[in-house]
């Protein structure tokens, strides 16, 4: 089956090219060049920590008409998700200062490109 696949896309590709000078018959409609920008899209903002633990507590707000006292067991529990989530969210932001991350904000990658701009004639 992977033979015929392959043999399939050369018929395609040898259909493509032209018969006498082997050059490509399709034309891109843009230049084949990257631009110097990139769009300016905000980062994801990641998924959303400690929903077990809120949900727990507002279950327990909701067996006890809301009164704080019988839902310290809970609210405590979420306060030190809560508190785990802000340092490990600190640590990440910290790390990607340094640049250590794995993927730039579109505004740096932007300013890189018009320190380092792309040829702007086809290869």
Same mark, same amino acid.
């Given at each position: $089956?992977?033979?015929q696949s392959g043999t399939a896309l050369q018929e395609k590709v040898s259909r493509m090219l032209s018969k006498n000078q082997k050059k490509p018959l399709l034309k891109p409609n843009k230049p084949l060049v990257l631009k110097d920008e990139v769009a300016n899209r905000k980062m994801n903002k990641g998924e959303a920590? &400690?929903?077990t633990e809120m949900s727990m507590m $507002?279950? &327990?707000w909701k067996q006890n008409n809301f009164v704080d006292a019988l &839902?310290?067991?809970e609210m405590q529990s979420f306060y030190k998700c809560v508190e785990k989530a802000q340092i490990a969210k600190k640590g990440k932001s910290e790390q990607h200062t340094i640049g250590q991350g794995g993927r730039l904000a579109p505004k740096q990658v932007n300013t890189l490109l018009k320190r380092?701009?792309?040829l702007q004639t086809e290869i």
């Open positions: $089956m992977a033979m920590t &400690c929903v $507002m279950a &327990c &839902c310290s067991n380092h701009p792309t």
